[in-house]
């Protein structure tokens, strides 16, 4: 009998949430929305995730050697690290501005915790059976998005040295998986139809790192923001032509890898925008954050349909369980 198979892909949902959520409250912080809708999208993100770890125990501890699996697949595994990381992003934007104790000890707990996983899985792959065609932009996920979302987290709830510890834990994990995922890419086969949304991650690095640079120098546009941003710039005119790719691609949960890279994105542009205000700057602010809004909107409101025509999780046999565990 047939089981509904729950992907760790799952929890880039809340991840995605998260980010828009962030991407709001920068916008409030400025005075141009409530921060409230930012807050309000982050205890959104908060109750998507608990249902996204619902169903995700409830399909591991529905057959055994399932999580054991997961955590062993060399193409899986990175995402289960957003279980771990979307909780900094909430408890740090979402929480801790109403109770900063309780917010840090959030903070602190998750951000270990993605330590701990990120070191654990990087291992995994020293041991394990890699191939270079199994590698993708998700990995990226566990020490790079984990390292860089504990900094901006970190720093938010005033404990900088430790962000400046994850800002290096994220860097420098970034500068190391990102030669070898562009070598991937471009000497490789072309990504398997169901991994090339992940190519939307590319965009993410440069984006989160310039979020949690800003997070620790008070928002103020240096030379290492302006060279963070100078990668950035070229990874989304990368995107631009990727374009084509994508819209050939049938919806699945992977769509969810679209959402918090450009809400990422869409956050370090605002803070560009309120550094510069350039003429008009308020117009940029409103057309960068409704423009993000409409596209995770979108991936939410195509997500709500698919659940509901029940087309969203694919179904998983009890063999092909037990062949990959």
Same mark, same amino acid.
């Given at each position: 009998?047939?089981?509904?198979?729950?992907?760790?892909?799952?929890?880039?949902m809340?991840?995605?949430?998260?980010?828009?959520?962030?991407?709001?409250?920068?916008?409030?912080?400025?005075?141009?929305?409530?921060?409230?809708?930012g807050?309000?999208?982050?205890?959104?993100?908060?109750?998507?995730?608990? &249902?996204?770890?619902?169903?995700? /125990?409830?399909? $591991?501890?529905? !057959? +055994?050697?399932?999580? *054991?699996?997961? =955590?062993?697949d #060399?193409?899986?595994?990175?995402?289960?690290?957003?279980?771990?990381?979307?909780?900094?992003?909430?408890?740090?934007?979402?929480?801790?501005?109403?109770?900063?104790?309780?917010?840090?000890?959030?903070?602190?707990?998750?951000?270990?915790?993605?330590?701990?996983?990120?070191?654990?899985?990087?291992?995994?792959?020293?041991?394990?059976?890699?191939?270079?065609?199994?590698?993708h932009?998700?990995?990226?996920?566990?020490?790079?998005?984990?390292?860089?979302v504990?900094?901006?987290?970190?720093?938010?709830?005033?404990?900088?040295?430790?962000?400046?510890v994850?800002?290096?834990?994220? &860097?420098?994990?970034?500068?190391? /998986?990102?030669? $070898?995922?562009? !070598? +991937?890419?471009?000497? *490789?086969?072309? =990504?398997?139809? #169901?991994?090339?949304?992940?190519?939307?991650?590319?965009?993410?690095?440069?984006?989160?790192?310039?979020?949690?640079?800003?997070?620790?120098?008070?928002?103020?546009?240096?030379?290492i923001?302006?060279?963070?941003?100078?990668?950035?710039?070229?990874?989304?005119?990368?995107?631009?032509?990727?374009?084509?790719?994508?819209?050939?691609?049938?919806?699945?949960?992977?769509?969810?890898?679209?959402?918090?890279?450009?809400?990422?994105?869409?956050?370090?542009?605002?803070?560009?925008?309120?550094?510069?205000?350039?003429?008009?700057?308020?117009?940029?602010?409103?057309?960068?954050?409704?423009?993000?809004?409409?596209?995770i909107?979108?991936?939410?409101?195509?997500?709500?349909?698919?659940?509901?025509?029940?087309?969203?999780?694919?179904?998983?046999?009890?063999?092909?369980?037990?062949?990959?565990?």
């Amino acid at each position: 009998m047939a089981v509904q198979r729950i992907p760790l892909n799952v929890f880039s949902m809340a991840f995605g949430l998260a980010g828009l959520g962030g991407t709001w409250v920068t916008a409030g912080q400025a005075g141009h929305v409530p921060v409230t809708v930012g807050r309000a999208l982050i205890g959104l993100a908060a109750v998507v995730w608990l &249902v996204s770890v619902g169903w995700y /125990l409830r399909y $591991v501890c529905g !057959g +055994r050697g399932r999580l *054991r699996a997961d =955590l062993e697949d #060399p193409v899986a595994s990175p995402f289960a690290s957003l279980a771990l990381i979307a909780p900094m992003l909430m408890a740090s934007l979402g929480l801790a501005p109403y109770s900063p104790t309780a917010g840090k000890i959030l903070v602190d707990v998750f951000l270990v915790l993605t330590v701990l996983f990120a070191g654990w899985l990087t291992g995994q792959w020293i041991v394990g059976h890699l191939e270079l065609d199994q590698i993708h932009p998700g990995y990226y996920l566990p020490a790079v998005a984990g390292g860089l979302v504990a900094c901006a987290s970190a720093a938010r709830v005033g404990q900088t040295l430790l962000a400046v510890v994850m800002f290096g834990f994220g &860097v420098i994990s970034w500068f190391i /998986l990102g030669s $070898v995922v562009t !070598g +991937r890419l471009l000497h *490789r086969p072309r =990504l398997p139809a #169901p991994l090339l949304p992940t190519m939307a991650i590319e965009v993410a690095p440069p984006a989160i790192a310039s979020v949690a640079f800003f997070a620790l120098d008070m928002g103020r546009v240096d030379f290492i923001a302006a060279v963070l941003a100078g990668y950035g710039l070229l990874m989304v005119i990368v995107q631009l032509r990727l374009l084509p790719l994508y819209a050939r691609l049938r919806f699945t949960v992977a769509t969810w890898a679209f959402t918090f890279s450009w809400a990422v994105v869409a956050t370090t542009t605002l803070h560009w925008i309120e550094a510069g205000k350039p003429a008009g700057h308020v117009v940029y602010t409103y057309l960068v954050l409704g423009a993000v809004t409409v596209l995770i909107g979108g991936i939410a409101a195509r997500t709500v349909l698919a659940l509901a025509r029940g087309e969203l999780l694919r179904p998983a046999s009890p063999a092909s369980d037990a062949s990959s565990s």
